[in-house]
């Protein structure tokens, strides 16, 4: 009876009819008592029998599953259970059927593995397979081949797994042990046209779509075949390739399939994006389909375009077997900015979504290509974020402390720092700093810009480790150029020991240069600052004991030394029209009070500790938890000295305290930190830790300001202060008031600004496009002077 055509409209129709479903509920009866002969493989004699009961579940599991559907303009559950039959075959009975079933495919299998391990001896009390070619074991290969078919009838049918098991998974991560039996679904993966792995999906589409993400991405590989399964049976579960349409009333389990696809959308759209640069066309050409699926749902409401056409107008660039590959990277490189562009609301997850990808090493990691196409996928959405101002304390709570860290732990991995992926691992930070701030409303002060954020970013991580130092001086020149005229004042502020702020203070307009041009104007910069820093130590001496009388010379007196020459200049120009900054006034030279104690720090070079439930192997091996330490690391309880700038106050201070010769502050030398909360880790860096990073920070941009007009204007306008804090850090190193690596820093911060100034009077004088020996002569000899020292 099961096996005659009309059995399944049968069943439906008797369903439909009446609550008591009699013709299913007697065949499925008559399961339940025959079931337990298939519980023994071995037993030879019942195999008719076991062959019966099996063909009954493969025709009850076809009667009973239903149609795949489909509907462009909304989402519906492709496998849905008839409302009639949801409750009639529970799901335990299923999973006890499902798993005798997988029993008898592989026990012949199980056999042979058993007896390989071992070593070929078969015990006493072990029956043995039938023989080759004999009834037994033809009626054994029929057994195994309608269990296969029923397994996938009764996957297709309804769900086959417990809720308690699905939340178990869920909570265990997709990589649970639970998924095991993942295994045996990949093995038989398709047959008669019906993709087995689609169908478990789409029944549990919730809870197994991150396990089916991550082995479509990191199966690429060490198993491209058993990628490319898991790609369609995705694509399959949300678009099926043939499918009835239906244009009917949603269902309740549709409507939980619209909540559960919006909650995925982001990891779906990230995941499309990647594989639609796939050399494989059929990959290709399904990755476009679930791309015109989401952007229909998700994108804007008059519909979405693409390079001015909607974008199923270019299928046939995608679906093509040998498509021309200028067409295809161009319109690619195209459709990533339009769906960023145009679907916004996905931002936020989809990048943090590909960034955890990046990061993961255990069991598996991507690809260098995979790699390289998750970072010029995540590129254009990092343009639609705007990021919070870090707070003033408890920084491991922040959202955004935790965003750009996850961002630059990305930049600490080897793969990361040259060629084709640190191109694109630094166009990330571009997109995320060119964003500026939001316009401030009524009663609202203004939000700082993503620049002013990511250089506050950066000076709080800069001292954890030497690897975050060599990162931040590398991405420091992409949040400078983002916003100079915000960025340097606050570095600057940095160096002078005032603390940080959330949001920057109102810019005013940066000064343009005298007309006695740049070079000029840096040349009387460093006149002034020369003039003050002469004057004031003119009144030091002043102020100082007189010392003992002794006979005059005899001769002619000396003539008084000449006055400093300017920098690049011939001739005294005019003055900057912004004058000198206040730390420069009359009586006060330092700018700031230096009696508050700093609070402690740990010095650029101190080594981070280990992050919490990592053991030191792993950290050896896994260079994720390397880079995890070197941001993640606790404050050290060594700092160095105290910066005193050269005032009446702070030289009484330093005759009181020990001399250090060398100008290198002392090895080992400990400072008391305050105690901390019990249970608080305090992450905020010290005030001579954010002079270090400033110094590092400044280095690159200040190499290529002149090159740029906004970050030219800027260093212009800021030309005295830097040439004061610059002058004024060297003369503190006779007070040892800078570490080994402030001392570093200085030194090739003054040789990158003069390599600027340099290259912008070579330029203005139209010698740019000769090498540097020809002009060499050209140059004033203070030039040539300062330039052998500085390297």
């Known amino acids: 009876i099961t096996q005659t055509e009309g059995f399944g409209r049968a069943v439906l129709s008797d369903a439909a009819r009446s609550e008591h479903q009699r013709l299913l509920k007697l065949c499925l009866g008559f399961v339940r008592e025959s079931k337990r002969v298939l519980e023994d493989p071995s037993c030879v004699s019942n195999y008719p029998l076991c062959l019966e009961v099996v063909q009954l579940v493969a025709s009850l599991a076809a009667a009973t599953a239903g149609d795949v559907r489909y509907d462009p303009k909304r989402w519906l559950r492709p496998l849905m259970v008839p409302a009639s039959l949801q409750n009639s075959w529970p799901i335990v009975e299923r999973c006890s059927l499902l798993e005798l079933l997988m029993r008898w495919v592989r026990w012949r299998e199980d056999k042979a593995l058993a007896a390989l391990a071992t070593g070929g001896v078969r015990p006493q009390t072990q029956r043995s397979t039938p023989a080759v070619g004999s009834l037994e074991e033809q009626a054994l290969f029929r057994i195994e081949t309608v269990s296969a078919h029923a397994i ?269 992926a640190g191109d694109a691992y630094g166009a990330l930070w571009h997109q995320l700093s060119a964003r500026p701030a939001d316009r401030s409303t009524a009663g609202q002060p203004a939000a700082p810009s993503n620049a002013y954020v990511i250089a506050s970013f950066m000076l709080q991580v800069a001292s954890r480790s030497d690897k975050a130092a060599t990162l931040v001086r590398r991405l420091a020149v992409i949040a400078f150029d983002a916003s100079p005229a915000e960025l340097l004042p606050m570095l600057l502020a940095r160096i002078e020991g005032e603390p940080l702020e959330e949001s920057p203070p109102p810019t005013t307009q940066p000064c343009a240069p005298g007309p006695g041009g740049l070079i000029e104007s840096v040349g009387s910069a460093v006149q002034h600052v020369w003039r003050r820093l002469s004057t004031s130590a003119s009144a030091q001496s002043a102020a100082s004991p007189a010392p003992p009388p002794h006979a005059p010379p005899v001769g002619p007196a000396p003539p008084p030394p000449p006055p400093p020459p300017p920098l690049l200049s011939a001739k005294p120009p005019p003055l900057l029209s912004a004058g000198l900054p206040p730390m420069l006034s009359a009586g006060q030279p330092g700018g700031r009070d230096d009696q508050s104690p700093a609070a402690p720090g740990p010095p650029l070079d101190a080594p981070s500790e280990v992050v919490e439930g990592a053991s030191g192997a792993d950290q050896a091996e896994d260079p994720i938890m390397a880079a995890v330490a070197a941001l993640s690391g606790k404050p050290s309880r060594v700092q160095p000295r105290t910066l005193r700038f050269a005032s009446a106050a702070a030289a009484t201070e330093a005759e009181s305290a020990p001399a250090v010769p060398g100008g290198l502050p002392e090895e080992n030398e400990a400072v ?120």
């Open 672 to 791: 008391p930190a305050p105690e901390e909360e019990e249970g608080e880790e305090e992450l905020l860096a010290s005030t001579e830790q954010l002079r270090a990073a400033a110094l590092l920070m400044l280095i690159e941009p200040l190499r290529h300001s002149m090159q740029r007009p906004l970050a030219q204007s800027a260093v212009c306008g800021e030309m005295p202060r830097i040439l004061n804090l610059a002058l004024l850090l060297m003369h503190s190193q006779s007070e040892s008031a800078l570490s080994v690596e402030e001392n570093r820093s200085l030194r090739q911060l003054l040789r990158a600004m003069l390599e600027s100034i340099v290259e912008a009077h070579r330029q203005s004088a139209g010698l740019a496009h000769l090498p540097v020996g020809v002009t060499t002569n050209q140059l004033p000899r203070e030039v040539l002077a300062l330039t052998e020292p500085l390297r």
């Open 152 to 420: 996938l009838l009764l996957v297709q049918s309804g769900p086959v797994m417990e809720r308690d098991r699905l939340l178990a998974i869920a909570e265990a991560g997709p990589w649970s042990r639970d998924l095991d039996l993942l295994g045996w679904y990949e093995s038989t993966h398709a047959e008669e046209g019906h993709n087995t792995l689609a169908c478990l999906l789409g029944h549990h589409f919730e809870h197994l779509l991150p396990a089916f993400l991550h082995r479509a991405y990191f199966f690429a590989g060490s198993s491209p075949r058993l990628s490319t399964r898991y790609f369609h049976a995705i694509v399959d579960a949300l678009v099926p390739a043939d499918a009835a349409l239906d244009d009917g009333p949603a269902a309740a389990s549709d409507r939980d399939f619209v909540s559960e696809v919006e909650a995925a959308s982001p990891s779906l759209m990230l995941f499309g994006m990647i594989h639609l640069a796939s050399t494989d066309a059929r990959t290709r050409s399904r990755a476009f389909d679930l791309i015109c699926r989401l952007t229909d749902s998700f994108g804007p409401a008059e519909g979405f375009e693409c390079d001015g056409s909607s974008l199923g107008a270019r299928r046939l660039l995608y679906a093509a077997d040998e498509p021309t590959p200028m067409l295809l990277s161009s319109h690619l490189e195209k459709m990533r900015l339009a769906v960023a562009a145009q679907c916004p609301a996905l931002s936020l997850p989809l990048v943090r979504g590909g960034v955890a990808l990046l990061t993961q090493t255990q069991p598996l990691a991507l690809t260098g290509a995979q790699q390289l196409l998750v970072l010029r996928t995540l590129s254009p959405w990092l343009a639609n974020l705007q990021l919070e101002p870090l707070p003033s304390s408890r920084l491991s709570e922040s959202s955004t402390f935790q965003f750009l860290r996850e961002i630059a732990i990305v930049g600490l991995q080897p793969w990361s720092a040259s060629g084709e």
